[in-house]
């Protein structure tokens, strides 16, 4: 069947900050920006910058499930939360647009899966399509709301996201691999030449 992202899902933009975001090693407060995600779909909450948040408002706390898409910048993806993954009280910049299924679709949707779809072809190119801007390139909320989607069964929704995941392995496993052998060769190669090292020998 075939669905509007805002059929499914609520949609808000990122903590709205004023001006940069000052850094803050004893803020209580964690914030994901572009930098801390990928395209592949990951979040990466190890590097994340520490900050106080201003005014009285309650933040809108980052859960695991949601889903960060990129609105601002040269690519428009989205980052998953998965669990585990994020400190607690972190929120995201307003680079982002937090997507949160709607509580009564999860029976429908995987969040996992939405964010899949979001990076893939058919939604890549709906949003290069829409995208407005020449120099400084973004997504509108309603072009977002408004992204098509296809939502097969749970069951396929599930076999979709762990070949995802089997792919994301194998593409780490791989490059782990080549770092390695480059490093062999730098060792041999600095074994090898070490004797004619720092000379001006002709």
């Known amino acids: 069947m075939s669905f509007k992202l805002k059929d499914i899902a609520d949609i808000r933009l990122g903590h709205p900050f004023r001006g940069s975001i000052k850094g803050d090693e004893n803020g209580d407060v964690n914030v994901v920006q572009v930098r801390d995600t990928n395209d592949s779909g990951e979040v990466n909450g190890s590097k994340l910058v520490r900050t106080f948040l201003a005014g009285r408002k309650k933040p809108d706390w980052l859960q695991t499930g949601d889903i960060l898409f990129v609105a601002k910048g040269a690519k428009h993806y989205a980052a998953f939360v998965e669990e585990g993954v994020l400190p607690a009280q972190s929120v995201c ?26 990076n893939q072809i058919p939604a890549q190119r709906y949003f290069f399509n829409s995208a407005e ?35 994301l392995n194998e593409k780490k496993t791989l490059k782990r691999l080549i770092e390695n052998r480059q490093q062999q060769i730098n060792a041999i190669a600095k074994n090898e030449l070490e004797p004619y090292g720092g000379t001006d020998r002709v």
């Open 133 to 167: 801007g020449s120099l400084y390139v973004s997504i509108r909320k309603q072009v977002l709301a408004d992204t098509p989607l296809v939502l097969p069964s749970i069951e396929r929704q599930r076999q979709l996201i762990s070949m995802q995941l089997c792919a």
């Open 93 to 118: 910049s307003p680079h982002f647009f937090l997507v949160r299924i709607k509580p009564k679709k999860h029976v429908v949707a995987l969040p996992a899966f939405i964010a899949w779809q979001l």
